[in-house]
């Protein structure tokens, strides 16, 4: 059901070169019809917008965009259980959140320069929520709540229309949840179009955020210098490194909670000790069994998963930083030894009473992580991702009389003469 | 030689539309060529690498990689005004970039909770520098300064070899300012993609940095996903924001020196006043005139400028805000006064004793700015865009305890059991 390797330096690495395959590209039908869709919505507006959603969606919404007493009315029908758990996990992501917000910052000197940093949240943004059994709140706090933080003014939140046009309530409820009021019922990459040239209807905005299907997806890469996008995100995937003193049972669901999210989902265990392996792999068995979603499970156990077992811990930390994982678990005496020495994660789980879905839903840091390897360079979705900074620079005449022969110097060097004259007119005894 | 617009609410739109448009896709050709290049040196690593050096700059330098007493060379034979003049911009660069440097934060709760984000410097950073007369020393500081500043322990860079196989004593004085020691003469889009994915001789990079053609500039887009890299920039640009109080000799000047880049250069003066407008054109023709690179000037002027008269400057800083310029310059009575309603420019410069030039070689900011109208939503280079973040949970049994139901609630809503389980089995007695 799951590979199981014994490291020797070679098993391993290619297990890893194989499972970094997995990420599809986009066919190039795929492009040319997202490709389509982008160039009509671009010179066609609002009446492009509503022959795909006619053609896409089977029905036009009437109207197009969600009136707030249709929020409100699904907000006082949720179940109060759920609207709680949301609202403190809300609190959660906020908190942790805030404590990203990075403010600007001036720099004097005796010359009486002033120069420095501003920093701003970009002016509007808009979060592509997936419609039917793809949605999940728990993604409209992560996208929203930063957005929000970084003082984004005007989130706009579009969503496919359900098949009788209206929308999921629960959709309704996160929105309310994360502050949003502003929903359009439209979807696929005519929406995420819609997002970056604007149109009668759908305000412009300054950046995409959001899941979506391949469609979304593509979109979104083709207008990516248009407006700027999150990542465009890959399967997700776990790694857990334990040894001896691990939980088997805890390993397993843990595995399996990545597992189930798509057949191209990967989670790999890493350990020093046969036996956590062996008694894992019994565990991944028996609770795949009982699972919900064991189609799913086991055919990304068998395809993008595995159990390696390594001499030693420190061959575990080594292949941790290689593979660069979306979430890594650390199920280890002291897990907290190992954090300095972990180089490459998305986000990392410390500890027993850390498994990976407390960060999905709830602990704060955010759940939209880089994938595929790429935590090498890339970093969660954050406040910043919402910022923009501009830098500013006031001379007096006195620090430029200062500076003058300097950047005369290296303009010259570089052939740019008129460079070097616009400092020079300014001091025109002088030359 | 320059469009004159008066504003009316209409003209100068159009104006902007046009200005848009300059941005030249890649061709398709160029893609397909560049793409081929990539899958070659992936597949055939150093032995590719000098087949493409040899094909498209006619020889294979010997060795490679520069050798350390060449740097020295270079710098001991190097003009001491122009070495000097590197050294105290590289100064002021490093002085205002280290105020960018971020730290991690950590949260603690009185339930034993530890969680929070650890911020470091990318590995390893790749720089191309151009050769020949595309080469700017400046660039060099102004790409490597904000990576060793983030604690980019290793940053590679590469350059095509000139036509006898060395390499421009400039670049080896500009690396040894920059403190870059490893130094590879291979240039295009093949050097691009041997950082990418490594070769026997060239070290696989975290992120790609820097100018290039539009081979380079392909391969780095290509290849983005791979690795990180830089913003691809488009042509340059500035606009000028000036009333009655300014100097039409300053400010035909300053658009000049961006003008003299190449002919889709773009330099727009707005005003409100017509004497002004009127005094700066007579001065753009007489500098023009005088100019070593009047024929690119010509060019730039004609085709992708303006000077635009508009009813009060209020109209001035809204068009600024719709352009987004790379580069704005104010030039009123009380520059700072106009900061906090400038939305989006990559980097302002406040008042007649702040060249835009001053900005490309030496106050301190960097000169890799966003272009074409992305400073509503990209930031200049930056010390940031070399660090990667990753976030980190550490809860105990009490605080899992106390989120279990919250997150059970969620991830069942979401339909994820697996994810709900992954809490629930830590739990056994309590189901």
């Given at each position: 059901m799951i590979n199981l390797v014994k490291a020797n330096g070679t098993d391993e690495v290619k297990l890893i070169e194989t499972l970094r395959t997995r990420s599809g590209e986009t066919g190039r039908e795929v492009s040319a019809r997202v490709s389509e869709i982008i160039e009509t919505i671009r010179t066609g507006g609002d009446k492009a917008l509503l022959d795909y959603t006619l053609k896409f969606d089977k029905i036009i919404p009437d109207p197009l965009q969600v009136p707030q007493h249709q929020i409100d009315q699904a907000v006082q029908a949720a179940d109060p259980v759920f609207l709680q758990a949301l609202k403190n996990a809300a609190e959660n992501i906020r908190r942790f959140h805030q404590k990203q917000l990075q403010h600007g910052f001036t720099v004097t000197n005796e010359d009486g320069v002033l120069m420095g940093q501003k920093v701003r949240g970009l002016h509007r943004v808009g979060l592509y929520v997936p419609g039917g059994t793809a949605f999940y709140p728990s993604s409209v706090l992560m996208n929203a709540i930063p957005a929000a933080i970084a003082g984004v003014k005007d989130i706009v939140m579009v969503t496919p229309p359900s098949k009788n046009g209206g929308v999921n309530p629960d959709i309704l409820v996160a929105a309310y949840v994360a502050g949003i009021t502003k929903i359009f019922l439209v979807g696929g990459a005519q929406a995420v179009a819609a997002l970056a040239f604007g149109t009668e209807t759908i305000p412009k905005v300054d950046k995409i955020v959001g899941p979506g299907n391949i469609y979304v997806a593509t979109a979104k890469r083709l207008l990516y210098g248009i407006v700027d996008i999150d990542m465009v995100a890959g399967p997700s995937e776990i790694l857990v490194i334990a040894d001896e003193?691990?939980?088997?049972?805890?390993?397993?669901?843990?595995?399996?909670?990545?597992?189930?999210?798509?057949?191209?989902?990967?989670?790999?265990?890493?350990?020093?000790?046969?036996?956590?392996?062996?008694?894992?792999?019994?565990?991944?068995?028996?609770?795949?069994?009982?699972?919900?979603?064991?189609?799913?499970?086991?055919?990304?156990?068998?395809?993008?998963?595995?159990?390696?077992?390594?001499?030693?811990?420190?061959?575990?930390?080594?292949?941790?930083?290689?593979?660069?994982?979306?979430?890594?678990?650390?199920?280890?005496?002291?897990?907290?030894?190992?954090?300095?020495?972990?180089?490459?994660?998305?986000?990392?789980?410390?500890?027993?009473?850390?498994?990976?879905?407390?960060?999905?839903?709830?602990a704060g840091p955010n759940h939209v992580l880089p994938t595929s390897g790429t935590a090498r360079f890339f970093s969660p979705l954050s406040v910043d991702s919402f910022l923009k900074r501009t830098s500013f620079i006031c001379y007096t005449e006195k620090a430029l009389q200062a500076a003058k022969d300097d950047i005369v110097c290296i303009a010259e060097r570089e052939g740019l003469y008129a460079h070097a004259n616009s400092i020079k007119v300014r001091f025109p005894s002088q030359n």
């Open positions: 003193s691990a939980n088997p049972s805890y390993l397993a669901a843990d595995m399996l909670s990545q597992a189930e999210h798509d057949v191209l989902a990967s989670a790999i265990l890493i350990t020093n000790s046969q036996r956590i392996a062996d008694a894992t792999l019994k565990e991944l068995q028996k609770q795949t069994a009982e699972a919900p979603r064991r189609d799913i499970i086991e055919k990304s156990l068998a395809d993008y998963s595995a159990i390696i077992v390594c001499d030693d811990m420190n061959r575990a930390v080594e292949l941790a930083n290689e593979l660069a994982p979306e979430h890594l678990e650390v199920m280890t005496e002291n897990p907290t030894e190992y954090l300095g020495r972990l180089e490459n994660a998305g986000s990392i789980f410390l500890g027993r009473y850390s498994p990976e879905p407390l960060g999905d839903y709830y």
